[in-house]
C-alpha cells in the first residue's frame, strides 16, 4: 500500500460501476482517449481485456502498449490497479 | 511460420502446444499472442539448433522421455496443470512411434504431454522415452524457465556437444528457480524438440536427469537395476524406485522451488503409465515400473537391441551419472540459485568421462527419500565442515605460529639480555696505553684474568639477586685472590695490575670497585675493599621469573590506573544523573503545587467561603502519599524553595488557621482566560468526515498502523507526552482489544505513531476509530503497513500478542463518553 498512487486507491476503494477508463491508475487524458477511440469507453471494457488475458500481467502489458503506448509505469501501474480490484470484488 | 497466416484457432493450438495457456484469441489479443508465438519459436529455434545432431533414436527416445518428463514438467506449473487433462491422449498416441518424420509432431505431442499430462506423459513412444523424458521431466522440474534456451540445446544431438548443451540446458533448468508457466511450458516444449534430436538428448537428459536427481540414491539403485534389466526379478526393485522418485522428485522440486505436492501425484501417475509405457516399449521387457530414471535405464537395455551405440555411450553416462550422482550432483544442486550452465557443462563433462560401470552394480539401495535428503545435507555439511575443518586449521595453525614467534622473541630477548658469556675480551675498554704497555701474554693474561673476575663475580651478584641471600653481592678482595689463584697461578701477580686499569678507565668493565666508604669514588687501588659486579648474571629461570613478575606488575599498575580512572568517570556520571532527576522531580512537584493552587483559587473564587489560600502542609501531604512523605522529603523542600523564589503567582504568607500560625501559599493571579492551556490538551474532539469506501480500504490488510498527525514533536513538552499519547490511542479504540504493540516515533516531523494489532480485523476496527479523527487540534489519518516491514523496524513487536489497555483515568476522550 505504501507505494500506490491516490487514483490507485480511490479505484481499488469500491466497484468501479461505470467509472470512466481514466479513473484508471496509470491511465490519463492521453491513454484514455486513445483507449476510447479503439472502443474500450469504460474502465470495465478494459477490466474486460484484462480477464480475457486471463489477468496475466505481461500479457495484459504487451496489449496495452499496442492498445494505447503506455510506458512501462502506466503498464505497472494499470496492471496491478486491476489486479488489485479484481482480488478485492471478484 | 508466417503469423499472418494463422488463424486464431491455429494460433490458440500453437500456443498450447508450446506450453502458454492462451486466453481467448480476439482481436484484441490476438496481437498479444502472435507476440509470444514469436518469442516462443524463437527459442525453440535456439533449442533446437544445440540439438540438431542428436540421433533419430536418441531422438525417439528423447521424445519419449520427454513425455515422462513433460509430464513431471508439466506437474511444475501446477496452475497449468489442471489445464491440459488432454494431453494425455495426444503423448500416449506418441509413444509407439519411432519414425523421425513424426518425431516434431510427437516432440510437440510429448510437450503438451508433458505440459499438460501430470501423469499422463509417461506414455510416448519407448524410443523416445527414458532419457529425454527423464531429462525433460527434470528440466522441467528444475525450472523451465532456462530450459527454452538450453533444453532445445540439450534435447536433440546425440553429438557429445549436445549432451553437453543438453546438460546446460538441464543445469540452467535445474538452477533456474521457477519461471512462469509460459516459460516453464518453452522449456519442455524446447525439450520435446531436442528429444527428437537424438540421443544426445538421451544422454543429456540422463545426465540431467540424473543430476537432477541427484537426489539419487535411487539412480544408483536403478544403475544397479539397469544392469540387471531385463529380468523380471528387477520389477520388485523396480517399485522402489518409482516411489523413491517419486520422492525424489519431490525433493528435487523443493529444491526447485516446484510445487512439491503436484510432483507426488505426478510421478504417480507416471508410476502408473510406466508398465503401459513399458510394453509397447520393447521385446527386451524391461522390468515395470521405473519411474522416469528407472524406466530411462531400463529403457535402454530394453533400446538396446535398437540402438547399440546408443547403449554403451548411455551406460557410460550413468555410471558416469551415478558416479556422479553419488558423488558430487547434490552439491551442484542443492546451488539452486547458480545458473551457471558451465557447472552443468562440467558436471556432463564429468558424467561423460567416468564410464565406469561399478558403481552401478554394486550401488547398494539407499533408504528411502528422507535418508537421501540427510545424505544430501550431510554431504552440503561434510563440504561445509570440510571447509569449516581447514579454516579451522588455519587460523589455528596461524595462530600457533604467532604464539611462537612472540615466545622465541621472548627467549632471545632474554638471552641477549644474560649475555656476554662467552665474550672474549679481545676488544677491551683500556684504551691503546693498555697495549702498549704490556706484550702480548701479559695483556692476554690480565684480561684473562679480568674475564674470569668478571664472570664470577657476576655469578655471584646474580646468586645474590635471586634471592640466595646468604653471601653478600660483592667480594672482598681477600676473596677474591683466593678465587683468581685457584684459577690460575699467574693471576696473581697482575691481580694489582688490572685493578689499577681497572680503576683507570672511565667506563664500566662490569666490576666495580669499592672501598671503605661504598659512595666515595676511589683512586688508588690500595683502597680497593670489595669487588662487585654491575652485570650481575643470572640463571635462566630466575631471569624470566623476574621478568615475568616485572610485567604483571606494571599491567596491574595500569590496570589499577584505567579502572581507577574509569570508577571516578562513572561515579560523576551517577551524580550527575542523580541530580538531573532530582531537578527533575522538583519541577513536576512545583506544577503540581501550582495546578493545585490554582484550582482552589478557582475554587475559591466560586465558592467565596473558601479561604484562598492553602496551607503548605496541606497541600504536601495532598500531594504525596504518605508512605513516600519522608523519601521525598528533599524534593519539596526544593520544590518550596522554589516556589517562593521564582514563582509570581504564588505568595507565600503566614496565616492563622483555625488557633495555629501556618505558612501559606496564596494564589494571586488573576483568573485567566485560557483555561483550555490548563487542560489536558490532547483530547480527542470528533471525526472529520464519515469513512466510506471511497477513503478507507474496504478491508483491513494488515494488522499494523501507521498513524500520522497525532502530534508535533517540536512542540511537544514534558517527559512522558509518548505515554500520553499511547494512553490517547488506547482510550480512542478502548473497545477495540486487540492492540498489542505501539510506538511513538519521537522524531518524526508528521507525528508518526505505529500500532500493531492481534488480527487484521481489530486492526480494521482501530482504523476506523481513528482515521479522519480531530486529536489536539490535528487531523489524523491511518493506514495500514506490511507486518513484514513492520517487524524490520520494531522487532520487538515480533513477540508482543497481549492486548494493552488503557490506563484506568479516561483522560483524552474528554469531549466523548468515555467507551
Given at each position: 500500500m505504501s507505494s500506490t498512487s491516490q487514483k490507485h486507491k480511490n479505484f481499488v476503494a469500491e466497484p468501479m460501476a461505470d467509472k470512466a477508463v481514466n479513473a484508471l491508475a496509470g491511465i490519463g487524458d492521453v491513454l484514455g482517449q486513445r483507449l476510447e477511440d479503439k472502443g474500450f469507453d469504460k474502465a470495465y471494457v478494459v477490466l474486460g481485456q484484462f480477464l480475457v488475458l486471463k489477468k496475466d500481467e505481461e500479457l495484459f502489458h504487451d496489449w496495452l502498449k499496442d492498445a494505447c503506448g503506455a510506458n512501462a509505469k502506466q503498464q505497472k501501474d494499470c496492471s496491478s490497479c486491476l489486479k488489485e480490484w479484481c482480488d478485492a470484488f471478484l | 511460420m508466417a503469423s499472418a497466416q494463422l488463424t486464431d484457432e491455429e494460433l490458440f493450438s500453437e500456443l498450447k502446444r508450446l506450453g502458454v495457456t492462451p486466453g481467448p484469441v480476439t482481436e484484441n489479443t490476438r496481437p498479444v499472442y502472435l507476440k509470444k508465438l514469436k518469442k516462443l519459436r524463437e527459442e525453440h529455434q535456439e533449442q533446437q539448433r544445440g540439438a540438431r545432431q542428436s540421433k533419430p533414436q536418441s531422438k525417439t527416445r528423447s521424445a519419449a522421455l520427454n513425455n515422462n518428463s513433460a509430464s513431471p514438467s508439466g506437474a511444475r506449473p501446477a496452475g497449468s496443470r489442471p489445464a491440459r487433462p488432454g494431453r494425455k491422449s495426444t503423448v500416449l498416441g506418441f509413444s509407439s512411434d519411432e519414425s523421425d518424420a513424426e518425431v516434431p509432431q510427437k516432440r510437440k505431442g510429448l510437450n503438451h504431454g508433458a505440459r499438460a499430462g501430470k501423469g499422463s506423459g509417461l506414455a510416448p513412444s519407448p524410443n523416445t522415452r527414458h532419457f529425454p523424458q527423464i531429462s525433460s521431466a527434470f528440466a522441467s522440474f528444475n525450472d523451465a524457465g532456462n530450459a527454452r534456451k538450453s533444453g532445445g540445446g540439450g534435447g536433440g544431438n546425440p553429438a557429445p556437444a549436445s549432451p553437453r548443451s543438453a546438460s546446460l540446458s538441464w543445469g540452467s533448468r535445474a538452477k533456474s528457480t521457477a519461471a512462469e508457466e509460459d516459460e516453464a511450458n518453452n522449456g519442455e516444449s524446447g525439450e520435446e524438440d531436442d528429444c527428437d534430436a537424438g540421443h544426445g538428448h538421451l544422454k543429456a537428459r540422463s545426465l540431467n536427469g540424473s543430476r537432477t536427481s541427484h537426489v539419487g540414491a535411487v539412480k544408483a539403485k536403478q544403475t544397479g537395476e539397469y544392469s540387471d534389466s531385463e529380468d523380471d526379478e528387477a520389477v520388485a526393485a523396480h517399485q522402489e524406485p518409482p516411489r523413491r522418485v517419486g520422492h525424489r522428485g519431490s525433493y528435487v522440486f523443493k529444491e526447485v522451488k516446484a510445487s512439491g505436492p503436484d510432483m507426488i501425484p505426478l510421478r504417480r501417475d507416471e508410476l502408473e503409465l510406466g508398465p503401459r509405457r513399458r510394453?509397447?516399449?520393447?521385446?527386451?521387457?524391461?522390468?515395470?515400473?521405473?519411474?522416469f530414471s528407472s524406466r530411462i535405464y531400463s529403457e535402454n537395455h530394453g533400446s538396446d537391441a535398437d540402438t547399440n551405440n546408443h547403449v554403451p555411450g548411455r551406460e557410460a553416462q550413468d555410471g558416469g551419472v551415478y558416479s556422479y550422482a553419488s558423488s558430487g550432483l547434490r552439491p551442484r544442486y542443492t546451488v539452486h540459485s547458480s545458473a551457471s550452465s558451465q557447472t552443468h557443462r562440467g558436471n556432463h563433462s564429468n558424467h561423460s568421462t567416468p564410464s565406469n560401470h561399478s558403481p552401478r552394480a554394486p550401488a547398494p539401495r539407499r533408504p528411502g527419500p528422507e535418508d537421501e535428503l540427510l545424505q544430501q545435507f550431510k554431504r552440503e555439511g561434510e563440504t561445509s565442515a570440510s571447509g569449516r575443518v581447514s579454516a579451522h586449521y588455519l587460523s589455528m595453525f596461524l595462530l600457533s605460529a604467532a604464539c611462537l614467534f612472540f615466545l622465541t622473541l621472548g627467549l632471545v630477548y632474554l638471552r641477549m639480555s644474560a649475555s656476554d658469556r662467552d665474550v672474549t675480551i679481545r676488544s677491551h675498554p683500556f684504551g691503546s696505553k693498555f697495549d702498549e704497555s704490556y706484550n702480548e701474554t701479559e695483556r692476554n693474561l690480565i684480561l684473562d684474568l679480568l674475564l674470569s673476575l668478571h664472570n664470577h663475580l657476576a655469578l655471584v651478584a646474580g646468586d645474590f639477586d635471586c634471592g640466595?641471600?646468604?653471601?653478600?653481592?660483592s667480594l672482598s678482595l681477600e676473596e677474591t685472590t683466593v678465587y683468581l689463584q685457584m684459577h690460575n697461578e699467574k693471576f696473581e701477580g697482575f691481580f694489582m695490575v688490572s685493578l689499577e686499569w681497572i680503576l683507570k678507565t672511565a667506563q664500566d668493565v662490569g666490576i666495580r670497585l669499592t672501598g671503605a666508604e661504598a659512595q666515595e669514588p676511589l683512586s688508588d687501588v690500595s683502597e680497593v675493599l670489595r669487588l662487585e659486579s654491575t652485570h650481575p648474571r643470572m640463571p635462566f629461570s630466575c631471569r624470566f621469573r623476574r621478568a615475568f613478575f616485572t610485567v604483571i606488575f606494571k599491567v596491574l599498575l595500569i590496570a589499577a590506573v584505567v579502572g581507577g580512572a574509569w570508577g571516578v568517570v562513572s561515579y560523576v556520571k551517577l551524580r550527575w544523573r542523580r541530580e538531573e532527576e532530582e531537578t527533575r522531580r522538583m519541577y513536576d512537584m512545583v506544577e503540581r503545587i501550582i495546578d493545585v493552587l490554582r484550582s482552589h483559587s478557582e475554587a475559591c473564587q466560586e465558592n467565596q467561603e473558601l479561604q484562598p489560600y492553602l496551607p503548605i502542609p496541606h497541600v504536601r501531604d495532598s500531594l504525596v502519599q504518605p508512605q513516600d512523605r519522608t523519601m521525598m522529603k528533599n524534593v519539596w523542600d526544593r520544590a518550596v524553595k522554589f516556589l517562593s523564589s521564582n514563582e509570581s503567582r504564588i505568595r507565600t504568607e503566614t496565616q492563622r488557621m483555625g488557633g495555629a500560625d501556618f505558612l501559606v501559599w496564596r494564589w494571586i493571579q488573576p483568573s485567566l482566560g485560557d483555561k483550555s492551556s490548563l487542560a489536558s490538551s490532547k483530547v480527542w474532539q470528533g471525526k472529520a468526515f464519515p469513512l466510506d469506501r471511497r477513503n478507507s480500504?474496504?478491508?483491513?490488510?494488515?494488522p499494523c498502523l501507521k498513524i500520522r498527525n497525532m502530534f508535533d514533536p517540536v512542540m511537544e513538552v514534558g517527559e512522558n507526552w509518548d505515554l500520553a499519547i499511547h494512553e490517547a490511542i488506547l482510550e480512542k479504540c478502548s473497545d477495540n482489544n486487540g492492540i498489542v504493540h505501539i510506538a511513538v516515533d519521537k522524531n518524526s516531523r508528521e507525528g508518526c505513531v505505529y500500532v500493531k494489532c492481534l488480527s487484521a480485523e481489530h486492526s480494521g476496527k482501530a482504523f476506523k476509530a481513528l482515521h479522519g479523527s480531530w486529536f489536539d487540534g490535528k487531523l489524523v489519518t491511518v493506514k495500514y503497513l506490511r507486518l513484514d516491514r513492520y517487524h524490520q523496524r520494531f522487532p520487538q513487536a515480533q513477540n508482543c500478542s497481549a492486548p494493552l489497555c488503557p490506563s484506568a483515568e479516561p483522560l483524552y476522550s474528554a469531549t466523548t463518553s468515555c467507551s
Amino acid at each position: 500500500m505504501s507505494s500506490t498512487s491516490q487514483k490507485h486507491k480511490n479505484f481499488v476503494a469500491e466497484p468501479m460501476a461505470d467509472k470512466a477508463v481514466n479513473a484508471l491508475a496509470g491511465i490519463g487524458d492521453v491513454l484514455g482517449q486513445r483507449l476510447e477511440d479503439k472502443g474500450f469507453d469504460k474502465a470495465y471494457v478494459v477490466l474486460g481485456q484484462f480477464l480475457v488475458l486471463k489477468k496475466d500481467e505481461e500479457l495484459f502489458h504487451d496489449w496495452l502498449k499496442d492498445a494505447c503506448g503506455a510506458n512501462a509505469k502506466q503498464q505497472k501501474d494499470c496492471s496491478s490497479c486491476l489486479k488489485e480490484w479484481c482480488d478485492a470484488f471478484l | 511460420m508466417a503469423s499472418a497466416q494463422l488463424t486464431d484457432e491455429e494460433l490458440f493450438s500453437e500456443l498450447k502446444r508450446l506450453g502458454v495457456t492462451p486466453g481467448p484469441v480476439t482481436e484484441n489479443t490476438r496481437p498479444v499472442y502472435l507476440k509470444k508465438l514469436k518469442k516462443l519459436r524463437e527459442e525453440h529455434q535456439e533449442q533446437q539448433r544445440g540439438a540438431r545432431q542428436s540421433k533419430p533414436q536418441s531422438k525417439t527416445r528423447s521424445a519419449a522421455l520427454n513425455n515422462n518428463s513433460a509430464s513431471p514438467s508439466g506437474a511444475r506449473p501446477a496452475g497449468s496443470r489442471p489445464a491440459r487433462p488432454g494431453r494425455k491422449s495426444t503423448v500416449l498416441g506418441f509413444s509407439s512411434d519411432e519414425s523421425d518424420a513424426e518425431v516434431p509432431q510427437k516432440r510437440k505431442g510429448l510437450n503438451h504431454g508433458a505440459r499438460a499430462g501430470k501423469g499422463s506423459g509417461l506414455a510416448p513412444s519407448p524410443n523416445t522415452r527414458h532419457f529425454p523424458q527423464i531429462s525433460s521431466a527434470f528440466a522441467s522440474f528444475n525450472d523451465a524457465g532456462n530450459a527454452r534456451k538450453s533444453g532445445g540445446g540439450g534435447g536433440g544431438n546425440p553429438a557429445p556437444a549436445s549432451p553437453r548443451s543438453a546438460s546446460l540446458s538441464w543445469g540452467s533448468r535445474a538452477k533456474s528457480t521457477a519461471a512462469e508457466e509460459d516459460e516453464a511450458n518453452n522449456g519442455e516444449s524446447g525439450e520435446e524438440d531436442d528429444c527428437d534430436a537424438g540421443h544426445g538428448h538421451l544422454k543429456a537428459r540422463s545426465l540431467n536427469g540424473s543430476r537432477t536427481s541427484h537426489v539419487g540414491a535411487v539412480k544408483a539403485k536403478q544403475t544397479g537395476e539397469y544392469s540387471d534389466s531385463e529380468d523380471d526379478e528387477a520389477v520388485a526393485a523396480h517399485q522402489e524406485p518409482p516411489r523413491r522418485v517419486g520422492h525424489r522428485g519431490s525433493y528435487v522440486f523443493k529444491e526447485v522451488k516446484a510445487s512439491g505436492p503436484d510432483m507426488i501425484p505426478l510421478r504417480r501417475d507416471e508410476l502408473e503409465l510406466g508398465p503401459r509405457r513399458r510394453d509397447p516399449i520393447s521385446a527386451a521387457k524391461p522390468p515395470g515400473h521405473y519411474n522416469f530414471s528407472s524406466r530411462i535405464y531400463s529403457e535402454n537395455h530394453g533400446s538396446d537391441a535398437d540402438t547399440n551405440n546408443h547403449v554403451p555411450g548411455r551406460e557410460a553416462q550413468d555410471g558416469g551419472v551415478y558416479s556422479y550422482a553419488s558423488s558430487g550432483l547434490r552439491p551442484r544442486y542443492t546451488v539452486h540459485s547458480s545458473a551457471s550452465s558451465q557447472t552443468h557443462r562440467g558436471n556432463h563433462s564429468n558424467h561423460s568421462t567416468p564410464s565406469n560401470h561399478s558403481p552401478r552394480a554394486p550401488a547398494p539401495r539407499r533408504p528411502g527419500p528422507e535418508d537421501e535428503l540427510l545424505q544430501q545435507f550431510k554431504r552440503e555439511g561434510e563440504t561445509s565442515a570440510s571447509g569449516r575443518v581447514s579454516a579451522h586449521y588455519l587460523s589455528m595453525f596461524l595462530l600457533s605460529a604467532a604464539c611462537l614467534f612472540f615466545l622465541t622473541l621472548g627467549l632471545v630477548y632474554l638471552r641477549m639480555s644474560a649475555s656476554d658469556r662467552d665474550v672474549t675480551i679481545r676488544s677491551h675498554p683500556f684504551g691503546s696505553k693498555f697495549d702498549e704497555s704490556y706484550n702480548e701474554t701479559e695483556r692476554n693474561l690480565i684480561l684473562d684474568l679480568l674475564l674470569s673476575l668478571h664472570n664470577h663475580l657476576a655469578l655471584v651478584a646474580g646468586d645474590f639477586d635471586c634471592g640466595n641471600q646468604n653471601l653478600s653481592r660483592s667480594l672482598s678482595l681477600e676473596e677474591t685472590t683466593v678465587y683468581l689463584q685457584m684459577h690460575n697461578e699467574k693471576f696473581e701477580g697482575f691481580f694489582m695490575v688490572s685493578l689499577e686499569w681497572i680503576l683507570k678507565t672511565a667506563q664500566d668493565v662490569g666490576i666495580r670497585l669499592t672501598g671503605a666508604e661504598a659512595q666515595e669514588p676511589l683512586s688508588d687501588v690500595s683502597e680497593v675493599l670489595r669487588l662487585e659486579s654491575t652485570h650481575p648474571r643470572m640463571p635462566f629461570s630466575c631471569r624470566f621469573r623476574r621478568a615475568f613478575f616485572t610485567v604483571i606488575f606494571k599491567v596491574l599498575l595500569i590496570a589499577a590506573v584505567v579502572g581507577g580512572a574509569w570508577g571516578v568517570v562513572s561515579y560523576v556520571k551517577l551524580r550527575w544523573r542523580r541530580e538531573e532527576e532530582e531537578t527533575r522531580r522538583m519541577y513536576d512537584m512545583v506544577e503540581r503545587i501550582i495546578d493545585v493552587l490554582r484550582s482552589h483559587s478557582e475554587a475559591c473564587q466560586e465558592n467565596q467561603e473558601l479561604q484562598p489560600y492553602l496551607p503548605i502542609p496541606h497541600v504536601r501531604d495532598s500531594l504525596v502519599q504518605p508512605q513516600d512523605r519522608t523519601m521525598m522529603k528533599n524534593v519539596w523542600d526544593r520544590a518550596v524553595k522554589f516556589l517562593s523564589s521564582n514563582e509570581s503567582r504564588i505568595r507565600t504568607e503566614t496565616q492563622r488557621m483555625g488557633g495555629a500560625d501556618f505558612l501559606v501559599w496564596r494564589w494571586i493571579q488573576p483568573s485567566l482566560g485560557d483555561k483550555s492551556s490548563l487542560a489536558s490538551s490532547k483530547v480527542w474532539q470528533g471525526k472529520a468526515f464519515p469513512l466510506d469506501r471511497r477513503n478507507s480500504p474496504p478491508n483491513s490488510l494488515t494488522p499494523c498502523l501507521k498513524i500520522r498527525n497525532m502530534f508535533d514533536p517540536v512542540m511537544e513538552v514534558g517527559e512522558n507526552w509518548d505515554l500520553a499519547i499511547h494512553e490517547a490511542i488506547l482510550e480512542k479504540c478502548s473497545d477495540n482489544n486487540g492492540i498489542v504493540h505501539i510506538a511513538v516515533d519521537k522524531n518524526s516531523r508528521e507525528g508518526c505513531v505505529y500500532v500493531k494489532c492481534l488480527s487484521a480485523e481489530h486492526s480494521g476496527k482501530a482504523f476506523k476509530a481513528l482515521h479522519g479523527s480531530w486529536f489536539d487540534g490535528k487531523l489524523v489519518t491511518v493506514k495500514y503497513l506490511r507486518l513484514d516491514r513492520y517487524h524490520q523496524r520494531f522487532p520487538q513487536a515480533q513477540n508482543c500478542s497481549a492486548p494493552l489497555c488503557p490506563s484506568a483515568e479516561p483522560l483524552y476522550s474528554a469531549t466523548t463518553s468515555c467507551s
